[in-house]
């Protein structure tokens, strides 16, 4: 299994455009742009949302297997997670079949859109995606998607270090703005199961930056971009993705 990245890039989400950020991208060859730049100050790995011609989120095998060759071809090596987030459009078949049949070796998925089917299927498709070599990042949005999780992945799977997890920060907050101490709850479960997981966090709002400086410090990994914020630390609105990467990066740096 490729193992997370240390610094994932998300550059676009799934519902922004270029009216929320002029350099927002939202085509794979602006995608590419973005994440070459990033990569120059030290971002390992891309978090890949699609869109569709009218710039609507999208979830296509053919469009996301034509995605990963123009990124294999121009950044080989390079990890690129895809996303099979519903976004109130999919249905978990529909998810599940994108993560099997997209050519991608890494995959998020959120454990509580999946189970909006029968356990014992999202059980099934998680050993699936096991037997296939691909990495499943679950995503979890509270402890209560944490304790979900447990119930449907086996056991195998849930103990093994190469458990893949992100705690999304401030999606539901108030104004979707996050606090460095969103992440305690994630932390206390982590220690109250004995799990040790290779994990990651996201960030919604200008705390973004000091909420990934927290999970670094507590021994986690971290995905960053104008998906979750476009604000740097002091409020202030980025130029680009490169320039929220960089502001992490020297806060990381300022830890040593």
Not at 164 to 184: C, E, H, M, N, T
Not at 214 to 237: L, M, P, T, W
Request: with cysteine.
């Amino acid at each position: 299994m490729t193992p997370l990245p240390k610094i994932m890039l998300a550059p676009n989400g799934a519902r922004l455009t270029k009216a929320d950020h002029p350099a927002l991208p939202m085509i794979p060859e602006e995608i590419l742009d973005t994440t070459q730049a990033c990569q120059a100050l030290g971002v390992d790995g891309l978090h890949l949302h699609l869109r569709d011609q009218d710039g609507k989120h999208l979830l296509d095998a053919d469009a996301y297997s034509g995605a990963l060759k123009l990124f294999r071809s121009e950044m080989p090596g390079f990890p690129v997670q895809i996303t099979t987030e519903a976004v109130g459009m999919y249905e978990p078949a529909h998810q599940r079949h994108i993560a099997l049949n997209s050519g991608a070796d890494m995959v998020s998925a959120s454990v509580r859109e999946l189970c909006r089917d029968d356990h014992d299927v999202t059980r099934a498709f998680y050993n699936d995606c096991d037997q296939c070599g691909i990495a499943v990042q679950h995503i979890l949005y509270d402890v209560e998607d944490a304790k979900l999780l447990t119930r449907v992945l086996d056991e195998r799977l849930l103990t093994a270090p190469e458990l893949q997890l992100i705690f999304v920060l401030g999606r539901y907050a108030v104004g979707q703005k996050s606090d460095p101490k969103d992440l305690d709850p994630f932390l206390a479960w982590l220690t109250s199961t004995g799990l040790t997981p290779d994990w990651a966090v996201c960030a919604f709002g200008p705390s973004e930056t000091p909420a990934l400086v927290r999970a670094v410090q507590a021994g986690g990994k971290c995905r960053i971009g104008f998906e979750n914020s476009r604000q740097h630390a002091d409020g202030s609105v980025a130029q680009d993705n490169a320039a929220r990467v960089a502001e992490l990066v020297k806060a990381c740096a300022e830890l040593a």
